[in-house]
Every structure is written in structure tokens, then in C-alpha cells.
């Protein structure tokens, strides 16, 4: 009876290995647990980055020492090593945020349970967000105007609100006479410089020269008048921005002045309702997605990074597919199979393989250096020895990109082209149709599927590298954007941000390293709703074109 059942069990154990049970739950733990692990990467950056754009309520902390704190509370621990009979769990310390940089010297604090006597939120607690030295807590307690002078009590909180509207009117006002105003006329004297040492460079001495050279210093003097009188009127509008003033009560009692001019927006988080913080939410959000950074990258918006890591995706785009179609199209349609093109079919897959960092060198090396030097010297030689395309640049690091992933669109795009049946190529040609006519309106049409498969896999990888690009272009801090109102209107050879990039500044080369680890996460977000934006739309282009040519095996 042993002996049977022993055979039994054996029995049903080798049926068991073979249906392959064990091996369908393997699997699908393993998806499941990269779910979860995705998931969870995915619900840790937007806690830790979308949590930061919320106004969080100002506390007043009276310690028994007699001082007092004001400040976020962001953050709790047990202090290591701290059980006593006492406190058998451990003594707790709390971490503020208590800015003020500029009069505290380190922007966060800790302070240990056992040392706080009480704590209170006043609604009469403001939050000052400022240009430079990040946030401001204390109490607003004097308006300054001019040479007047008034305590502020709850009824002047309008006018402060007002007055710091008024003054971000100003700076506005002055951000465009400072860039599109007098930024023209630069553009413009520049222009009109480089033409004269155009001359300069030809060595003619007709009249016609003399000329012409003569009309360029005419405008040069009439743009320097005309940029003499911006100044001016530039000079007035910081005057009148830098009248205002209030006087900040910090927590140690002293007070402070702060120029209006310097503050971006003030709040009383304490006395806001739930609708009052979630537009303050939406406000700061499209704040932080819309405009420039600031202090160092750790305050401010991101969008020239979003806007320079979206347009080299697409330069790259245009530049990868031509060259990666027509290499793949050339090994499956055209070459001869044999020893030569199974070596060009390895190198394609080694090339896939080789570092990133090894692509910026050669990037820097053939596009940057002789490639943009030519270029310099054949079309641009008033400018030298200041470089115009011989320095990085966003062309030179979306084609270094393009280099980068071509092994991927070519791979890809053979295999939609070995999936197109063979029907339809023997159907086209015995219908009268030459190979490059059935290659071009049968073959690439059913294959195009496929080949942006291998768009999609490209654009997700060229979004997240940085390594080359920091060779090719990109830069901390890049105050013109590639694309504005001056002819070519597209400046292919100016530097450029990138979220990537961005990340790692701000992560590992910031000033400010606690107040950067919430813009750290948030920029990490955007840049992976880029490339999943990116990549949808890819993908459902290529879901229309598999609808359209559904009898392909694609």
C-alpha cells in the first residue's frame, strides 16, 4: 500500500512538471511583481514631487528655552539610540522647513520632542515666496511706500496682495523691454557688426563697398540711440518697481526688509480655505511647468527643459528614421546575403551595445569640432574666433542621439519588412510593378507598423540619456530658447536644456541639496510623462496603420 501510493504521488508530480503549472505562476508572479514595482516607484515620485506645489500649514513652535520656530513641518524620525525607561519607543524629533536662508543659514532644522513647550498655527502667518534666498516665513508688519511708513494689520493684507501684483506687472513689463526690446536691438547691432567684418573679410575697396559699410555704421549709431533710450526707460521702470517695500517679523523678533519687487507671491496658508489652496495647487503646478528656473535650478519652472528635451526628441526623430529605413530596407531588400552582410548585420548589433558616453565623444570629436569648425569657416567666417556651429549645440547632439539609436530602427524596421508576406511582393511584381515601385507601395506601407515600433523604442531611449548630450549641447542654464522670432527662426546651433540633464544638477550639483530632492522628483515625472506621451502617440499612429493594413503579418 506504501509502495502504491509513493507511485501514485510520483505520478503526480511528474504530471505536474509537465503541464507546466509551476512554470505559468513563475510568469506570472514575475509580471506581477513588475507591476507592483513600477507602480510603486511611479506612486513614490508623485508623492514626493507633487506634494510640494500644496500650501502646507505655518506652525509656531515655542520651545522651552523660550525660543520660538516657524516653520513647515515636513518630516519625523526616532532619534537612533534614544530608549530610555522613560520613552521605551525612543525620543522623537521633528524637521521643520523654517526658511529664510539668507538669515538662518541652513533652510531646515530639527528639533527634538522633549524641547517643545507648545505649538500654534496663527492665520496671521504669511509665506513669502522670493526670487532669490527661496521662502520667507514670519509675520508682515510694515508697509513701506517710498518714504511713508504704516503698521499692517488684517485689514492691509489686500494691499499687500495688491502690491505685490502690481510689482510682478512691472517685472514682466521689464523682462520684455530687457528681451524682446532691447534683446532686438543687440540682435540687430550684431547683425549689422558682423556684416561690416563681412566686408572687412572680402578686402574690396570699390566704392560700392566703402558704401555699404558706410549705410552699416549709420545703423549702428541709430541702434545704439535707440538703445540708449530703452536703457532709460528701463532704468525708470526699475525705479518705480523697487519703491515698495514690507517689513517681515521673523521668529527671532528682528524684522526684515524685503523689496516687493523680490517677492513673487505671498500667502497665509493658516487662513486659506480648502477651494483657496487647491487653486493656489493649480497655480504653483502651472507655475512650476511653465516658467524658467531660478536659483540655481532648485526653485522655479522647467520649461525650457521640457521644451529643448521634446524638440531634440523630434530632430532626432527626423534624423534616425531616413537613414535607419534605408539601411534596413538595403539589407533585406537589396544586398546579397552573405559573409559581408552578416558582418554589417553583427556590427549593427554591437553597435547597439556600446556605451552612450562613447557616442558623445565621437559626436564631440566629428560633429562639433570638424564638422561644425567647417561650417564655421566656409559660412561663417565674420564670426571667428567665436564659434557659431563649432561648439555644442541641439543639432549636433539630436544627430549624435540619431547615431545612437539608428541600430534600433534598423533592426526593428527588418523585422516589419520580413514580416510582410511573400504574397504580396510575387502579386506586385506579376502585375507589372518594378522592385522599387513594390518596395515603395506595398512592402514599406505594410512594414510601417513595424517601423515605428522601433521609433518608439528610439524616442523612449534618446529621452532619457544625458551622458552625450552632456558633450554635444546641453547646459545647466540656457535663457534663450532654439526657437524664437529671428530668422531662421529655428537656431539649430544654440545650447539647450534637457529634463535628464536637469535631474542630475539639480540631484548632485546643487547649492541647496534638501530644498532640491521635491524639484528632483517633479522633474522626474514630467520627464517620464514626456516620454509616455511621446511614445502614445506613436503608438497610436501605429495602431491606425495596423487597422489599415490588417492582412499584414505585422
Not at 249 to 272: E, K, W, Y
Request: glycine share 8%; proline share 5%.
Amino acid at each position: 500500500g506504501i509502495n502504491t501510493a509513493m507511485g501514485k504521488h510520483s505520478t503526480h508530480m511528474k504530471n505536474f512538471w509537465r503541464g507546466g503549472e509551476l512554470f505559468v505562476w513563475m510568469t506570472a508572479s514575475g509580471v506581477a511583481i513588475s507591476l507592483l514595482m513600477v507602480a510603486g516607484m511611479l506612486a513614490l515620485i508623485m508623492f514626493n514631487g507633487l506634494g510640494q506645489f500644496w500650501p502646507h500649514a505655518l506652525q509656531e513652535v515655542t520651545l522651552h528655552s523660550q525660543e520660538t520656530v516657524i516653520g513647515q513641518l515636513v518630516g519625523e524620525e526616532t532619534i537612533p539610540h534614544s530608549m530610555t525607561a522613560e520613552t521605551q519607543s525612543g525620543q522623537r524629533r521633528f524637521r521643520y522647513r523654517v526658511g529664510n536662508r539668507d538669515q538662518f543659514g541652513s533652510e531646515y532644522r530639527w528639533i527634538k520632542e522633549a524641547e517643545i513647550a507648545s505649538i500654534t498655527a496663527p492665520e496671521d502667518l504669511a509665506f513669502v515666496e522670493r526670487r532669490e534666498w527661496g521662502p520667507a516665513f514670519g509675520r508682515i508688519s510694515l508697509i513701506a511706500d517710498g518714504t511713508s511708513a504704516t503698521y499692517a494689520d488684517e485689514s492691509d493684507w489686500p494691499s499687500i496682495v495688491t502690491r505685490v501684483d502690481r510689482a510682478n506687472q512691472l517685472r514682466r513689463r521689464i523682462e520684455h523691454v530687457e528681451r524682446e526690446e532691447i534683446g532686438s536691438i543687440n540682435y540687430r547691432i550684431e547683425k549689422a557688426r558682423l556684416a561690416r567684418q563681412a566686408l572687412v573679410l572680402k578686402g574690396a575697396a570699390d566704392p560700392a563697398t566703402a558704401d555699404a559699410d558706410r549705410r552699416l555704421v549709420d545703423d549702428i549709431a541709430a541702434l545704439e540711440r535707440e538703445y540708449l533710450s530703452k536703457t532709460d526707460a528701463l532704468a525708470h521702470l526699475q525705479n518705480e518697481v523697487g519703491q515698495d517695500a514690507v517689513r517681515l517679523t521673523l521668529s527671532t523678533g528682528r524684522s526684515v526688509r524685503l523689496s516687493v519687487d523680490q517677492i513673487l507671491a505671498v500667502s497665509r496658508p493658516n487662513a486659506m480655505n480648502g477651494l483657496e489652496k487647491t487653486m493656489a495647487y493649480v497655480r504653483n503646478l502651472w507655475l512650476f511647468v511653465s516658467s524658467e528656473p531660478r536659483e540655481a535650478n532648485t526653485e522655479g519652472g522647467i520649461f525650457p527643459a521640457i521644451f529643448g528635451t521634446v524638440l531634440m526628441v523630434f530632430l532626432m526623430t527626423l534624423a534616425v528614421m531616413p537613414f535607419g529605413v534605408m539601411a534596413a530596407v538595403y539589407l533585406r531588400e537589396y544586398a546579397r546575403q552573405g559573409p559581408l552582410v552578416r558582418l554589417v548585420r553583427i556590427a549593427v548589433n554591437n553597435l547597439a551595445g556600446v556605451p552612450s558616453i562613447v557616442f558623445g565623444v565621437f559626436g564631440l570629436a566629428f560633429f562639433v569640432y570638424a564638422l561644425g569648425g567647417t561650417i564655421d569657416q566656409l559660412l561663417f567666417p565674420e564670426s571667428l574666433p567665436n564659434p557659431t556651429f563649432g561648439t555644442g549645440g541641439i543639432l549636433w547632439a539630436s544627430l549624435t542621439l540619431a547615431l545612437l539609436t539608428v541600430p534600433v530602427v534598423i533592426v526593428a524596421t527588418e523585422e516589419g519588412l520580413s514580416a510582410v508576406p511573400r504574397d504580396f511582393r510575387e502579386g506586385s511584381v506579376g502585375l507589372g510593378a518594378t522592385k522599387f515601385e513594390t518596395i515603395r507601395h506595398v512592402i514599406l506601407p505594410c512594414a510601417l507598423p513595424g517601423i515605428l515600433t522601433g521609433l518608439i523604442l528610439a524616442m523612449a531611449r534618446a529621452a532619457g540619456e544625458v551622458a552625450p548630450l552632456m558633450l554635444t549641447g546641453v547646459v545647466k542654464l540656457a535663457p534663450a530658447l532654439p526657437l524664437d522670432k529671428y530668422l531662421p527662426f529655428l537656431h539649430l546651433d544654440r545650447k539647450f536644456m534637457h529634463l535628464g540633464f536637469h535631474i542630475y544638477d539639480v540631484g548632485f550639483q546643487s547649492p541647496n541639496v534638501e530644498a532640491a530632492k521635491p524639484m528632483v522628483y517633479m522633474t522626474t515625472l514630467i520627464l517620464i510623462l514626456v516620454v509616455v506621451l511621446l511614445n502614445l502617440t506613436a503608438v497610436m499612429l501605429r495602431n491606425r496603420l495596423r487597422k489599415r493594413f490588417a492582412t499584414s503579418a505585422v
